[in-house]
Structure formats: structure tokens, C-alpha cells
């Protein structure tokens, strides 16, 4: 296994973990290991017990898309501080950003908002309004909001940003007009 993640806190102990994790690695099962919601408090509590072990966290798989962007501040500083690789889990929002689902309309058959409603973040107007627009920008500037390559994996719609604050500025259409025009 190239990358073993964590996937919660739980209950033990971190230092038995840890001690976990390296047993894992020296018996060669695992490549890496890293973890997966952990917040600020977590990753300083954390850091510490695995300096001089030899093998140190790889990774925070942390929830962040373009409508969740809270890592961008105290989390994505932080694991630069401890040079841990910040992994983006959900960056389909569910499959919202993905366009399959539309304001006042059913979520189409066979996709996860019918079959499993409840994993869909409940999405206000303005917020379909917003989505809606950067769509129609992003085919402005000659791409998809979301592309599917042949492998069927999808990816986001990228921007040149020198900082990510930008962002918000951009899902105003106006913003995002600008932005195209100052290229």
C-alpha cells in the first residue's frame, strides 16, 4: 500500500498510533501513512510524537472544493509548516460542482442525490445561481467547469491564482469577467 490513511481520530491513543503506523511501515506493508480530518489542534498534537521516528505523516486528506475552502487558511499553513501534503477529498462537492444537479429540479435517476439524498449538501438558490454562472464563464474562457478524460476521471476547472483569497472575488461573474480580461 502506497498510502495508508487514518480516516478519524478515534479513540486511542495518537502515540499508540503512531507506534502503529511505524510497525506498519518497518514490516514494509505500508510505503506512507498519513491522516484524514484532521484539524489544526490535531496535526499540532500529532507532530510531535513522530519527529525522530522515520516515518513521518505524508499526507492530511482534508474536505475541500470550491465551496468548502476552510482548509485554505489555518490548515493548508499548517501542514506547509510540517511539509505534509494537503489531500483534497469530495472536490465534486458530492457531485454538485459537477453540474448533474440543477435548482427546483429532482436529482436525475441513478445518481447519488436520488439514491442516497442525504449526502447531498442542501444548496440555496444564490449558490445554484453562483455555480451556474462560473459554468457558463468557464465555457466562456474555453473549458468545462468539470471535464471528463478518457479514464473517466474528472477534474475542476483551473485557475491561474497567484492567491487563493482571489477566488472569492471570481465567483462573482463581474470578477471573473475581469479576470479574463487582465488575463
Known amino acids: 500500500i502506497d498510502l495508508y490513511l487514518l480516516h478519524w481520530r478515534g479513540e486511542h491513543a495518537l502515540a499508540d498510533t503512531v507506534a502503529a503506523m511505524h ?14 480530518n484532521f484539524d489544526v489542534d490535531d496535526m499540532e498534537e500529532l507532530m510531535p510524537l513522530t519527529s525522530g521516528a522515520g516515518t513521518p505523516v505524508a499526507a492530511n486528506q482534508v474536505l475541500y472544493n470550491l465551496m468548502r475552502r476552510g482548509p485554505e487558511l489555518e490548515q493548508a499553513a499548517c501542514n506547509r ?11 465534486l ?3 454538485v460542482l459537477s453540474g448533474k444537479y440543477r435548482a ?3 436529482a436525475p ?3 447519488r442525490g436520488n439514491e442516497k439524498p442525504g449526502w447531498i449538501p442542501k444548496l440555496e438558490e444564490a449558490q445554484f445561481r ?7 464563464l468557464a465555457g466562456e474562457a474555453g473549458c468545462a467547469l468539470v471535464n471528463d478524460d478518457p479514464q473517466g476521471e474528472g477534474w475542476l476547472f483551473a485557475l ?6 482571489e477566488l472569492s472575488e471570481l465567483l462573482d461573474e463581474e470578477g471573473y469577467r ?6
Open 23 to 36: 510497525a506498519l511501515v518497518a514490516s514494509g506493508q505500508i510505503a506512507h501513512w498519513g491522516v484524514s
Open 81 to 91: 509548516h510540517y511539509g505534509i501534503a494537503m489531500v483534497p477529498y469530495q472536490p
Open 93 to 95: 462537492e458530492a457531485g
Open 104 to 106: 427546483g429540479q429532482e
Open 109 to 111: 435517476a441513478g445518481s
Open 130 to 136: 453562483a455555480l451556474e454562472a462560473l459554468g457558463r
Open 160 to 165: 491561474d491564482l497567484e492567491d487563493p483569497s
Open 178 to 183: 475581469r479576470y479574463l480580461e487582465e488575463g
